[in-house]
Each structure stands twice: as structure tokens, then as C-alpha cells.
Nanobody, 119 residues
Framework: QVQLVESGGGLAQPGGSLRLSCAAS????????MGWFRQAPGKEREFVAS????????YYTDSVKGRFAISRNLRANTIYLQMNSLRPEDTAVYYC????????????WGQGTQVTVSS
């Protein structure tokens, strides 16, 4: 069974930075892509960024382009989200997710990590 474990959330001031990590573990793990989603209080979960496991192509929602960077470590089955120039509207629970080979969409989810941006 594949598990995704996020870490690195916390409190940051506006303009500050945080780095999230997501490690995949399990007997076997093979994904098409991994990504980050977030859900703010009272809002629906939204896509933030993703990275193709093969080739490393990256995708971002418009509101984080130029501020966030997603990367991967193939050997460690880990992805990262470097978040710079944080804004109060980035406050949310951030979820890591994976689209496994053969799946039509993201089908494995982490437990989430809280990111709060406040002065």
C-alpha cells in the first residue's frame, strides 16, 4: 500500500518562505505524476503544482507562478514545494497527491500539512 507523508508546514510571515516535502513509501511505487493541492477554510480544494515523474515537466496554477517551485528526488520518491514570497491568501492545508500508473487521475493522498501566512 502506497503512503504519502507530508512535512514542512508551519507559520510564515508575509513575504517569507516555507518548503514542503512529500515522501512516498510502500512496497512498490510507480507514478505518472505527483502534485500539491491546497484547501483554505470554506473553499474547495484547488490544484497548486505538479511534476511529471518521467521527464520532470512542471505545472503551476497562475496564482503561484514565479513564487513556488516544485521539484522531485527520484531516488528518494520525494517531491518538494519551495514556497517564496508567501501571501496571507496562501494559507491553507496543503495536500500531496500522486497519480499512479494506470490511474485516470490523482488517486493517492497524504494527510495534509497546515501552512499559515500571517504577521
Amino acid at each position: 500500500q502506497v503512503q504519502l507523508v507530508e512535512s514542512g508546514g508551519g507559520l510564515a510571515q508575509p513575504g517569507g518562505s516555507l518548503r514542503l516535502s512529500c515522501a512516498a513509501s510502500g512496497r512498490t511505487f510507480s507514478s505518472v505524476a505527483m502534485g500539491w493541492f491546497r484547501q483554505a477554510p470554506g473553499k474547495e480544494r484547488e490544484f497548486v503544482a505538479s511534476i511529471r515523474w518521467s521527464g520532470g515537466s512542471t505545472y503551476y496554477t497562475d496564482s503561484v507562478k514565479g513564487r513556488f517551485a516544485i521539484s522531485r528526488n527520484l531516488r528518494a520518491n520525494t517531491i518538494y514545494l519551495q514556497m517564496n514570497s508567501l501571501r496571507p491568501e496562501d494559507t491553507a492545508v496543503y495536500y500531496c497527491s500522486a497519480q499512479r500508473v494506470g490511474a485516470a487521475d490523482y488517486d493517492v493522498w497524504g494527510q495534509g500539512t497546515q501552512v499559515t501566512v500571517s504577521s
